[in-house]
């Protein structure tokens, strides 16, 4: 048990969940607002050895030095990389500090998401940006099937974003660090990246945080007329050819501020940006709340057996 565990700022863990984390501390300390800085942060902290946070603050070096007692960091948000986590882990590894971070809680959000604003889009269902009625992307409405859809990181989303375009008779081709025989069996075909941009008619960039692909080449293989959505948390471009690119007969779909990178671009005609984070469903919440939890058990568990 740890004699003192601290929230620093909201977690979105589910009722039950905030009470049995009463289970695992001697006194449990929940802030529900988002500390401005490392100096409050670390004052939240204090002499607490067990640390609670979500992904709207940075907790680094400069908050964790003066909190000598902390043995325990539980990140209520993904962790796919030391290089994109919200954490500075290596600093906290130096001082025998234990991270554990979460990852696959919000997916079918997303996945239903890009679904449902694709077929908006092909089908022209809804208005404009300037409450004008919406047109079909084609020129007359069209299914998903046989459309060239081009997957950007096939992680867990972008799997499961693959799988179900698929279903609806999308031709799938994608691009990662390396091939998956998985995939393969599903006839989904591996490309270079500027070859799928080339071909796809609709991409989905399905990137960890902080990971930029799209350069200036990229957005010349992908051409003009093309449908981009984002689905990472931050955006998948350099902000200088986006903007020519986007200021073209293109469209671009993300659902946060944070996935489109600068909010001069909230208000251009050819963007849909949603302002909500997808993933953030009562789902999910759920599943985040049982991950959060099942990482602190197993810590406490294997402290009690060394």
């Known amino acids: 048990m740890f004699n003192k565990l601290v929230g620093i700022e909201p977690l ?35 002499d607490a050895d067990a640390v609670l946070l979500s992904y709207t603050s940075t907790l680094g070096r400069e908050a964790l030095e003066p909190c000598r007692n902390v043995e325990y960091i539980g990140m209520a948000c993904s962790l796919y990389s030391v290089e994109s986590a919200n954490v500075d882990i290596p600093f906290a590894e130096d001082w025998g500090i234990t991270v554990t ?18 077929v908006r889009c092909l089908h022209g269902f809804g208005t404009n940006p300037d409450g004008s009625p919406a047109e079909p992307w084609d020129g007359v409405p069209r299914e998903i099937t046989g459309i060239k859809a081009g997957i950007v990181g096939l992680g867990k989303s972008g799997g499961m974003i693959a799988d179900a375009l698929h279903f609806l008779g ?26 799928l941009l080339r071909e796809s008619k609709v991409v989905f960039c399905c990137l960890n945080k ?20 984002n689905t990472g948390l931050t955006p998948a471009w350099d902000e200088v050819p986006f903007a020519r690119w986007i200021d073209d007969d293109n469209r671009l779909y993300c659902d946060t ?7 001069r671009f909230l208000d251009h005609p050819n963007v849909r940006c949603m302002k909500v984070s997808v993933g ?17 058990e197993d810590y406490l568990k294997k402290r009690s057996e060394q």
């Not at 971070?101 to 694709?118: N, T």
């Not at 025989?181 to 075909?189: H, I, L, M, V, W």
């Open 170 to 195: 999308a031709e799938i081709a994608y691009f990662s660090r390396s091939e998956k025989p998985e995939a393969q069996e599903k006839g989904y075909r591996f490309l270079p990246l500027q070859e």
């Open 210 to 229: 902080n990971t930029v692909l799209l350069h200036e080449a990229e957005f010349e293989a992908l051409g003009n007329r093309k449908i981009l959505f």
């Open 257 to 263: 501020v944070g996935a489109l990178g600068n909010e």
């Open 12 to 46: 979105d863990l589910i009722p039950a969940a905030e009470k049995r984390l009463h289970d695992f501390a001697k006194e449990v300390v929940l802030y529900r607002d988002i500390p401005e800085g490392p100096e409050e942060m670390a004052a939240r902290i204090g």
């Open 101 to 118: 971070g979460i990852r696959d809680y919000g997916d079918e959000g997303v996945v239903e998401y890009a679904i449902s604003e694709l």
């Open 280 to 296: 953030r469903t009562r789902q999910a919440y759920i599943r985040l709340s049982e991950k959060v939890i099942e990482n602190i």
